[in-house]
């Protein structure tokens, strides 16, 4: 399999849906780029068309959980109208018939530079070749892309890697709710466990969550009551309620400077 650093900013063609798109490009340090340029101004707006030698650096959109935490990097872009075979929320643009679709940074960069095939997650690295065309479309089609530093504004690629969604999970409860949980911890009803990898089963194990005596046994039915509500597991409930304080104090540190 191929592997390269790129420690300069390096412009690529845009790849969506495994298709070719250069109206637009993106760089290794997650940044986007039109290709379209304007040619004239209507009463009904303008018209554009694509020019390689000319280029605009989009703004980037902050894509927001429900609890106000950001998920993600967007930007809308502009496809012709034939480039989706399955695409059913197409919104077409006043001024011509081009379709305008939200898209994901990580996934744009990911595609650019790190294609899967040429880049497959690190479970599959020895056996891609052999796996058949049909699975490897299945696969591509169910990955998630990970952060690794969980930034979502930091869309460097080599901060990006494939995963599956229940990597991805565990990822975040080690990084917000176990390390976080149990710094500078001073109950003594509580115990977070850090998942460990099983090299029998070859994944990780889920995270352990240990209520401890009697002020334990309290917390811990209130969790569950919680859990039956919301159709989760306890410790699924307090990674929740981990993750959602950690980012109100991000925000409140974020207000005091």
């Keep these: 399999m191929k592997e390269e650093m790129l ?5 690529r063609t845009l790849i969506v849906d495994g298709k070719e798109h250069p109206w637009y490009s993106v ?5 986007v780029r039109s290709h379209l340029q304007i040619v004239s101004r209507g009463s009904k707006g303008f018209t554009t068309t694509y020019n390689p030698n000319f280029y605009k650096d989009l703004a980037l959109v902050k894509n927001k959980n429900r609890d106000g935490s950001l998920s993600k990097m967007r930007v809308s872009l502009q496809f012709p109208e034939d480039f989706f075979e399955d695409y059913q929320y197409r919104r077409k643009r006043d001024t011509d018939s081009n379709t305008n679709k939200p898209c994901d940074l990580h996934q744009l960069v990911m595609g650019a530079f790190r294609p899967m095939d040429d880049y497959p997650p690190d479970k599959l690295k020895d056996c891609w070749n052999d796996i058949p065309e ?3 479309t299945w696969i591509k089609q ?5 952060h690794i ?3 979502p504004t930091n869309n460097h690629v080599d901060n990006l890697e494939y995963v599956t969604q229940r990597e991805n999970s565990r990822a975040a409860v080690k990084h917000y709710g176990g390390n976080l949980a149990n710094k500078n911890k001073k109950d003594d009803w509580l115990k977070v466990i850090d998942p460990v990898f099983n090299p029998l089963l ?3 194990e889920d995270t352990e969550i240990q209520f401890i005596g009697e002020e334990g046994e309290k917390y811990y039915n209130m969790f569950e009551e919680i859990a039956k509500e919301r159709g989760k597991s306890v410790s699924e409930v307090y990674s929740d309620l981990i993750e959602n304080a950690f980012y109100k104090l991000k925000e409140e540190e974020c207000e005091f400077k």
């Design 27 to 31: 760089s290794n340090f997650g940044h």
């Design 142 to 146: 169910t990955v998630t892309i990970n």
């Design 149 to 151: 530093d969980h930034d």
């Design 7 to 11: 420690v300069s900013e390096v412009w």
């Design 202 to 204: 070859q994944e990780w």
């Design 134 to 136: 049909d699975a490897k």
